[in-house]
């Protein structure tokens, strides 16, 4: 997905450190996210000033904060519009997108489809904790049936969405789910996620110690089956990721559940960007094109 | 007083008012007539009610006028709507198998044609359409060629036989009128100019492609979506990509995202589209991202009327988002000005880092003018501010542990770096943060950082207010008469001015373009010599008015307001002005005469 | 003055900083005593830094106040930011253990806790805090039953044990400062009365309760987020209907089809989530819909600094939505004002059929006040207006073909049928539509009946006027000053003016609750016989002053503002007086001297 | 779903009218929908008091001003949001929904998904004519990739979104897609989605004449099968729905997709409502309640 621009010198983990340490709660899942996400750049070895980590707001989306590359905190659930308007202007760049549950799935529900069916070439990494953290435990559209929360105090009468699910049917052309308490795979997620040239969407279970009681991590661990060690999986069969994303259970699967690499990504299908990134193009318009535009008054 | 003429084309949605439109524009501009359409239509794709006003004349047309010199009613309804409106003069051409006339006022002409004797209105169903402008163009003194050419241009993708037929319907109106009809008693003159004739949408679009404009995404919204239209058909011409986004919070967060990275980056939408981005314009204040917003407005509140004009729109620009934050905010004074103010504000936008705010209306953006195309500039002045796309030269390799994306400077403003270069990297919040782009909202919150950031913003407004020129004052200080306006109404107030001053009341004129900053020292010190000052505003509340005190403390003597969907024509400011000056009241609301 | 006593308690988020001031709270109110409550907290779970304000008296205490009486620092933080604040008598109580004193002022006392000798700190983590506790309270005077009330009353559910260590430590920690601190000269006295010690937010949800909502529904966003809590926790016993929405947006306008179909209904936010809903709110205006809508602001722009406060969504308030339409805005001025006002502007909303908005703040919505049970009343008169529930018995059997629902009159208020009545239906629309509701925006547009439609809803603007008082001068008359502020900074002007009184400087107060309407009239009124004013206000721009500007024209003599986050002490502002009257300035922005 | 509160009248078409003529193109298909609703109005025998029509902002928005009943034409996008508060101050309401396609997978997609997964109680009819109608004509979030329009003269280059994929991914408990002009099968759909108790989602396909003219009756006529024409077609399995949803193309089904009958709808699921509508509750707090409430704070 990156072009290596300018620098060719070797990428490390110190590289990646932010300017202060997380302030996430002792134990929060997220920790998990930024080390994998960390991880897999240094192994991509993706210069840090070739990628963009664009938030909206959460405890989560405090994320851009704590890793050293160029960083956009932005709006409650607008990362994914924001950062369509980033991959677009400098294609060259490695756009990740990170935020809750919240922000994706409840107020950034809308550009969450709408992305994806653009098949915008960026990684879009949903830490979802089953509840909105920064706000002090409310249910979040992820939050089981039952769930008892701040604002749901006698249990969440709403079915949840199935991200998984839902991405499918929203065009997601490469769509996994991870576990923050299985780094090795979610690494591996996450460098796949950021390689494929097209709209990437990973669901991370990266449990809030503080408001989810519900779903923890001695919760998940028993529960999750990675689906790499299902031999029958096929991850270019839509509709068999379709019938793994409405398992929720004692079986809950983590991995790759569906790629497809033979749609163009947003920024390949359109010819005004085959000249390069529109950051680097002439502002001018040439003269004799200017001319046919009046022209094309008289 | 100049010398102008006015076609007035009535009919219903579908039955093609537009194109004889088109083709008088066309034959006008030619001729190197100035003009200035308007058309009053409404929010249905068939049927209803439009109709079409075009002005033209040797000298700059501002307007719509006060006068129709000729009625083209496509049907009955429009006869019995307009015929009322023709006076001394003027002439009315009509179909006569179809359309029964009114009675007409004494000295307007009823022109009837036999349609079905002159075309065979069974093969061409606007053939009423085309016989009635060449029998206009006939009584005007203008030779048939102009009109079997633009018909021949008009045509020649559907081959000779269409052209040639349309030409032989025109030339048997022209040749009718010629034989029946009395000619208008002065012909439309020739001057050796050219213009372009646009609508301030397209001017605004193109205006946005002269200045750099690299990204432009919008969510359609009537009368903005003429914006979009003209960026997606020459996209690929100027190398603009240009997105149709899912609603207009994507669309302001998406043109935040690509200003970000570094280009100009520009959207358009109306009223309620631009109630969905205020939250994004808080955000692009507080990351410090230049973008442009264009708002053209229509008449509200809520969807209200879609297709009608209105200046209502002000205060929630003034009040979008929360917060006190630097911005800057211009309102284009007529279709010309589309162009130009949009280089304009996008080199204070991204000088101050800040949201620059275009607040166009429906008369303008729909509108259509003759501009003179060395007017449409696209070699304008671009400064980008201080804007670090790649590693300086002259500060070796690295911004690394120098760079301070927020640094706390005596302008308020950051030199922005934008992704991409090595060494520069750092967050961009809407948190608050101090220098480096730390958050002091969450861990460290700190009153006196926090106190600092907010300074270090609002100074940038020093900046902005030396970048803006002040208003100027219009016609001759000597005046008894001040009128103050802002924005589209220009041209209409200038033309109530000649005409007061023309029967003895001499009139000036103080139109407002920037609205923020204001400078309402300058206003004060020029309406400080003033007689009695009236506000003239397309909305019900006097929203200027209440801003221009808000700053100022000023109350003018009177107001004219209008908020019925219709712009105002110069006789309903020389009224009112005259009302008001007979102590009459403080307040006027002028009727709109013409019925759509 | 005020006899008073301010407790501060400092430490991290996590250090459990709420529950002493929580025991604090009940020991006071129980004991009859007023008390005003103000935690500087961070957008953090875990860590950072949070300074607990707690400030208690005989008399109605009605802000944090200026000196800090008792400070508890949890952690070395604490003691290092805010050992600075004591003055003469004052103390410091603290963890010797783990804690090292700075230096005091002179007349500062500090008391160390041996905490590891006095508790057992590896069985509970929070023994520091319960020994502070009881050790404060001896200092104070107060005996020790009602710790031991309290204590018992909060760990009962974990049963005897947990309640006896709990109740041991703290006779611990108070015997020991029986044994060897000085107790305060003055004892914190006792009265009869009890108080209800609440939030705004949950004072704003009750108030909706006793209003009679029946709809509620919030996307969560602080500092607004306390009222949604209060409603879901007693949704069930209220009979409330209370839903969290996808996002803001869905939230106005879910609330809005709930009054549509006849309830009264109620959502709040904070700025952000306020500019998502200006859209929904022209919307009501224009169906004529009531809803009510509460904005607590918190510091901007943009995300800005979540968890503190500010008064800066005015203008976004009164820029809401485009267009010209009535609306009912109102400030409450305390914690107890917050329940109050919520059934007085649902019955401006339902009379007038209008939006109402609340602008709190942080500083009321999470702040905490003793208010008098009896102030909090849930039987307040409930106004629905022309409501139409059911078919009229006087009617006869049906609306039919006599109903218009937009029916204009000399109020501007037409009768409102819900769906579901017979013979009344209609169609309420956000499009420009006549008395029976058909859209005048498509086929039908006409500027007569469009400004028909406006002056009818614009009409009910003078009924609003009537039905909202103008505010009143608080305090002598005859004053050197008068300090005019809006909302939330009541309390802290009302003590700077007893303070600069007391001093020799008599000063007086205005203090804006409806700000629109505003009553411009009446505030000239009573402008006009004050020597020298002050605008006293939470933001940057001075957003209420030129709001009372573009209504009066009014320029006072002079300004304070603040935009650090925090709100005013009180000696920010005498002091402010002080030198605004020496001629120094006229802009006056403190520093808070709190590092919070 | 409606409960005939007082009236027993019978229903006939002419008192479904509305007060105006439909100012659509002659031909539009919006004519079939509303023709369809007022049909099966009239066989269901709901009083037109006890319906309120929905909509938000577009050509097929403009649907409530002609039929008969209570009526809101609000916001672009947002009449799913205003139902769902209808529905919930007043359960006995009958509440269509009728919009467009930009209208609600558009601007309105998020609460599109979100509506669906609470299973509010109401029919939500798309007048799917895969173009912005009323704004003249601009590419929608249904129009096919390389449709040629103002707003993309180039031809899309977005992947459309699958309105009946998601709906069955967002949760609707009732998805069915119609004709308009199928009157007989549309009627049909209408009442089935006005008795299921839940979301009902219907997409109808319903040419723009004037604007797509590459969706036309003529184009769609041939390429439309009914699944009620096939006998394996099962509306209760949730796997072959969304199997059949993904057809497109030479064959392309009408009819019913899906329907359960498990899942309360969201005003069933709150005991609040149990009394009865809200707006007929009691406004004032019993004392002894209002009471325990400020006791709790003493
Ligand atoms: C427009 C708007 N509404 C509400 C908020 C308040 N808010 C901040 S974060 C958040 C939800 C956080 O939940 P989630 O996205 O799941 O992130 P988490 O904290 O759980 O990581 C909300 C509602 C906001 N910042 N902006
Ligand atoms: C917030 C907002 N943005 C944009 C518009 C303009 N607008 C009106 S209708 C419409 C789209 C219409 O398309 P669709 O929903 O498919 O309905 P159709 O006209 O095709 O029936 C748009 C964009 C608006 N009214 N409000
Ligand atoms: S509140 Fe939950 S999500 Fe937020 S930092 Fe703490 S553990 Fe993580
Ligand atoms: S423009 Fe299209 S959708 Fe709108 S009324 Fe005409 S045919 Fe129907
Ligand atoms: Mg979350
Ligand atoms: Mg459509």
New interface residues.
């Given amino acids: 997905m990156a072009t290596v621009?300018?620098?060719t010198k070797h990428v490390a983990m110190a590289d990646l450190k932010?300017?202060?340490d997380p302030?996430w709660c002792p134990g929060c899942g997220d920790f998990g996210v930024l080390a994998a996400v960390q991880k897999a750049l240094v192994d991509l070895q993706i210069?840090?000033?070739?990628v963009?980590?664009?938030s909206g707001?959460g405890c989560s989306s405090?994320f851009?904060?704590y890793i050293?590359?160029?960083?956009?905190?932005?709006?409650h659930g607008?990362a994914l519009?924001?950062?369509?308007?980033?991959?677009?202007?400098?294609h060259?760049?490695t756009v990740l997108v990170t935020g809750g549950d919240g922000d994706g799935f409840g107020i950034g529900g809308?550009?969450f489809?709408?992305s994806m069916r653009r098949n915008v070439d960026l990684l879009y990494i949903v830490m979802d904790n089953q509840i909105y953290g920064l706000t002090t435990g409310q249910t979040s559209p992820t939050s089981r049936m039952g769930m008892k929360t701040k604002s749901m105090p006698f249990g969440n009468i709403e079915a949840p969405v199935n991200p998984i699910s839902l991405a499918l049917a929203a065009g997601a052309t490469f769509i996994a789910r991870g576990f923050s308490g299985e780094q090795k795979q979610l690494t591996d997620l996450i460098k796949q996620g950021i390689q494929h040239k097209g709209f990437s969407f990973l669901d991370v279970f990266s449990p809030c110690v503080t408001y989810n009681h519900d779903n923890t991590y001695q919760w998940f661990r028993p529960r999750l089956k990675k689906l790499e060690d299902d031999p029958a999986h096929d991850p270019t069969d839509w509709m068999a990721a379709m019938r793994k994303s409405l398992l929720w259970g004692d079986e809950i699967p983590i991995g790759k559940f569906f790629e497809r690499t033979d749609v163009p990504p947003l920024h390949g299908a359109?010819?005004?960007?085959n000249?390069g990134p529109?950051?680097h193009?002439?502002?001018?318009?040439p003269?004799d094109?200017?001319h046919?535009?009046?022209e094309e008054?008289? | 007083m100049k010398q102008t003429f006015t076609i007035g084309i009535g009919g219903a949605a579908?039955q093609g008012v537009a194109t004889p439109g088109d083709i008088f524009a066309k034959i006008f501009?030619?001729r190197g007539l100035h003009l200035n359409a308007y058309n009053?239509y409404?929010?249905?794709?068939?049927?209803?009610?439009t109709f079409l006003t075009i002005r033209t004349g040797p000298e700059r047309v501002s307007n719509m006028g006060d006068r129709v010199d000729l009625l083209i009613p496509l049907n009955q309804d429009a006869m019995n709507r307009h015929l009322g409106l023709l006076t001394d003069g003027a002439a009315c051409i009509y179909n006569a198998d179809t359309i029964t006339p009114g009675v007409p006022a004494k000295g307007a002409l009823l022109c009837p044609l036999p349609v079905s004797k002159l075309a065979d209105i069974s093969r061409n169903k606007v053939a009423q359409n085309t016989l009635a402008v060449g029998a206009g163009l006939s009584m005007m003194g203008i030779g048939f060629q102009s009109l079997e050419e633009v018909l021949t241009e008009q045509f020649k993708k559907k081959g000779d036989a269409v052209v040639s037929e349309n030409v032989g319907i025109a030339r048997a109106g022209y040749d009718y009128a010629t034989a029946h009809f009395e000619p208008f008693p002065w012909p439309l003159p020739m001057t050796n100019n050219?213009?372009?004739?646009?609508s301030g949408n397209?001017a605004m679009a193109?205006g946005g492609?002269?200045?750099?404009v690299?990204?432009y995404?919008?969510?359609?919204?009537?009368p903005s979506?003429g914006v979009?239209?003209w960026m997606?058909?020459?996209?690929?011409?100027?190398?603009?990509?240009?997105?149709?986004?899912?609603?207009?919070?994507?669309?302001v967060?998406?043109?935040?995202?690509?200003?970000?990275?570094?280009?100009?980056?520009m959207c358009a939408t109306s009223?309620?589209g631009?109630?969905?981005m205020?939250?994004?314009l808080?955000?692009s204040?507080?990351?410090e991202t230049p973008v442009v917003v264009i708002d053209c407005?229509r008449?509200?509140?809520?969807?209200?009327?879609?297709?009608?004009t209105?200046q209502?729109?002000l205060?929630?620009?003034?009040?979008?988002?929360?917060?006190?934050?630097p911005r800057v905010i211009a309102a284009p004074l007529d279709i010309g000005d589309c162009f130009k103010i949009i280089p304009e504000i996008f080199n204070i936008a991204d000088r101050f880092q800040c949201p620059g705010i275009v607040l166009c209306d429906l008369l303008l953006s729909e509108g259509r003018l003759s501009v003179d195309?060395k007017d449409?500039d696209?070699?304008p002045v671009?400064d980008r501010g201080e804007l670090i796309?790649s590693?300086p030269s002259t500060s070796g390799s690295s911004g690394d542990g120098v760079y301070k994306r927020y640094k706390i400077t005596e302008s308020g403003i950051s030199p922005r770096a934008?992704?991409?270069?090595?060494?520069?990297?750092?967050?961009?919040?809407?948190?608050?943060h101090d220098e480096?782009?730390?958050?002091?909202?969450?861990?460290?919150?700190?009153?006196?950082k926090?106190?600092n950031m907010?300074e270090k913003r609002?100074r940038k407004v020093t900046g902005i207010e030396a970048a803006v020129p002040p208003p100027v004052l219009s016609g001759s200080r000597d005046a008894d008469i001040t009128l103050i306006g802002w924005g589209s109404t220009k041209g209409v107030i200038e033309e109530a001015c000649e005409i007061l001053t023309e029967q003895g009341i001499p009139a000036n004129h103080l139109q407002i373009r920037w609205l923020v900053p204001l400078h309402g020292d300058a206003i004060l010190n020029i309406l400080k010599d003033t007689r009695h000052t009236i506000i003239v505003e397309n909305?019900?509340?006097g929203?200027f008015a209440?801003?221009l005190?808000?700053?100022t403390?000023?109350?003018p003597n009177g107001y004219i307001r209008k908020?019925?969907?219709?712009p105002f024509m110069p006789h309903h400011i020389v009224e009112a002005v005259k009302e008001q000056l007979g102590g009459k009241s403080r307040l006027s609301?002028p009727?709109?005469e013409?019925?759509?």
Same sequence: chains 1, 4.
């Fill in positions: 621009l300018v620098d932010g300017k202060v302030d210069p840090n000033h070739n963009v980590t664009i707001i405090n851009p904060g050293n590359t160029y960083g956009m905190h932005t709006l607008r519009a924001i950062a369509t308007g980033v991959k677009l202007a400098n060259e760049l809308n550009h489809v709408h359109e010819p005004v960007l000249a529109l950051l193009a002439d502002t001018r318009i003269p094109v200017a046919s535009f009046v008054l008289m | 579908g501009s030619r009053a409404q929010s249905i794709i068939r049927g209803g009610h050219r213009y372009a004739v646009l397209i193109m492609a002269a200045a750099g690299k990204f995404c919008a969510y359609p919204m009537s979506t979009l239209h997606a058909a020459h996209a690929r011409k100027a190398g603009i990509m240009v997105r149709q986004v899912e609603d207009e919070i994507g669309v967060n998406m043109a935040i995202g690509a200003a970000h990275a570094g280009v100009r980056s009223g309620g631009f109630a969905l205020t939250e994004g808080g955000l204040a507080m990351m407005q008449a509200g509140p809520s969807t209200g009327v879609p297709t009608k209105e209502g729109d205060w929630q620009i003034l009040g979008a988002a929360f917060g006190d934050y195309p449409l696209f070699a671009v796309t590693v934008v992704p991409g270069v090595p060494g520069y990297a750092h967050t961009a919040a809407s948190d608050e480096d782009g730390v958050l002091i909202s969450d861990e460290f919150t700190n009153p006196t926090r106190r907010m609002m909305n019900y509340s929203q209440r801003y005190r808000s700053e403390s000023y109350v908020y019925d969907g219709e609301v009727a709109h013409i019925l759509v």
